[in-house]
């Protein structure tokens, strides 16, 4: 995911100004995202996200209060607002001086879309996704002050009990307190109806763990499959999944100068992982030789090293999530998915003796308190190295013949090299 870096401009605004800005997003690769007015500094400008919209904002003592909505209050308004509540605040520092442009369900899911900007592009369509076809179609329309948790259960998650998942009646729950409570602490909503209700209390039904569709026994049919397919790049994504349990986005995001081959080590950095911290894995002799040989593959194949282990078609970023998930689609004959590689790694890890903190550690989950002894970074190291060498040998050792086809990747590369020479001819 690219970060966009943000800039904001004091100017004085004016509805000219205004629709400059919305017209014009960006200034020297910058993204303006807000503007502060030079005559009254506590007053902001914040874009939404396609720009036709945008909520005034009261900076007054470190907190923000949003007072109203673009085009709904007009600049002139937004400044005469002002002073009124700030002089309101001097008085009463719990004042409610929210604006009146947030009065139904679907401006409050609005303003907690806009929030998550800077999230991956993956959570921000999952909660898009959401918004638009769960939560909208039922209490979208609702008024904020006279939406009740019986009204929240019988217009809501009544209806969608019969239609979706219990997991997905979860995410609409998680989703729909964020967005109140995002509304609440900046004072848009004067009462929070979502405080203490839990998911239990709209629905009693169990969220049961999806069953991976590759087991240990698995395993000998994963590595033919394999070292059997067509396309290079797919086999290559699913054995580094395979053998360091990372995920498809990590994974499809690596960069050549992430591996050190001299101190044998692979560093995710924090933009490429979930979980937004980096990972640090150990790089056996297993992956050295497999990582080595795609590498001699991708020079063979392009005339160049890549920035990318797995790049577009213009070889000028990554793939694409649904890129990515195609090809393993295209490899597994939709037999399984990425995220089966994931589970397989760690049940396998986990029936040959390591620790489920150590495994934790690899697929780079949140350790508990716990286990403080693993937050020492030199023992982290040895643990994860040491976890990998015995697993990636007990993979070799179950069907070395198969493994060491597929790690060292030579057949791949004779493969592509008489392609070329047959179209050649």
């Keep these: 995911m690219t970060v966009k870096k943000e800039r904001v401009i004091t100017t004085n605004i004016t509805k000219s100004e205004i629709k400059k800005y919305e017209a014009t997003p960006f200034i020297d690769d910058l993204y303006i995202r807000e503007l502060k007015d030079a005559k009254k500094p506590q007053l902001r400008l914040r874009y939404r996200k396609d720009r036709t919209q945008a909520s005034w904002l009261l900076v007054y003592k470190r907190k923000w209060y949003v007072i109203g909505l673009w085009p709904v209050m007009s600049a002139n308004d937004a400044k005469d607002q002002v002073d009124k509540k700030i002089a309101l605040l001097l008085l009463d520092k719990q004042a409610q001086i929210n604006g009146d442009g947030f009065k139904t369900v679907s401006q409050v899911l609005d303003l907690h879309q806009d929030k998550l900007l800077k999230t991956s592009k993956n959570r921000q369509a999952q909660v898009r996704s959401l918004i638009k076809n769960q939560l909208k179609p039922y209490i979208g329309e609702c008024e904020v002050k006279a939406l009740s948790r019986i009204t929240i259960m019988k217009q809501l998650f009544v209806p969608l009990q019969s239609l979706n998942a219990v997991s997905t009646l979860k995410q609409v729950h998680s989703l729909l307190n964020s967005a109140f409570k995002t509304a609440f602490t900046l004072n848009v909503i004067e009462h929070n109806v979502m405080t203490g209700l839990k998911f239990s209390m709209f629905c009693s039904g169990k969220i049961s763990p999806k069953e991976s569709a590759l087991k240990k026994g698995d395993l000998k049919q ?126 396998v890890n986990f029936s040959i003796g390591h620790d489920t903190t150590v495994i934790d550690l690899l697929t780079n989950h949140k350790i508990g308190v716990l286990h403080e002894t693993y937050h020492d970074k030199e023992v982290q190291a040895v643990s994860k190295r040491d976890a990998l060498v015995k697993y990636h040998a007990w993979l070799c050792s179950e069907d070395e013949s198969q493994l060491m086809c597929v790690i060292n990747a030579r057949s791949h590369i004779a493969k592509f090299e008489r392609q070329s020479n047959e179209n050649k001819v």
């Design 222 to 347: 994963l590595l033919i499959q394999l070292d059997q397919a067509v396309d290079v790049e797919g086999a290559m994504l699913a054995m580094i999944m395979l053998l360091q349990g990372t995920r498809i986005g990590e994974t499809r995001k690596a960069k050549w100068r992430e591996f050190n081959f001299q101190k044998r080590s692979w560093q995710i950095p924090i933009l490429s992982t979930k979980t937004r911290v980096s990972l640090h894995l150990p790089m056996t002799q297993v992956l050295f030789n497999l990582v080595t040989a795609y590498r001699d593959y991708q020079i063979k194949k392009y005339g160049q090293v890549s920035t990318y282990l797995f790049p577009n078609k213009k070889h000028n970023r990554c793939l694409t999530e649904t890129e990515a998930n195609n090809l393993i689609q295209l490899v597994s004959g939709k037999q399984w998915q990425a995220h089966d590689l994931r589970k397989l790694f760690s049940s």
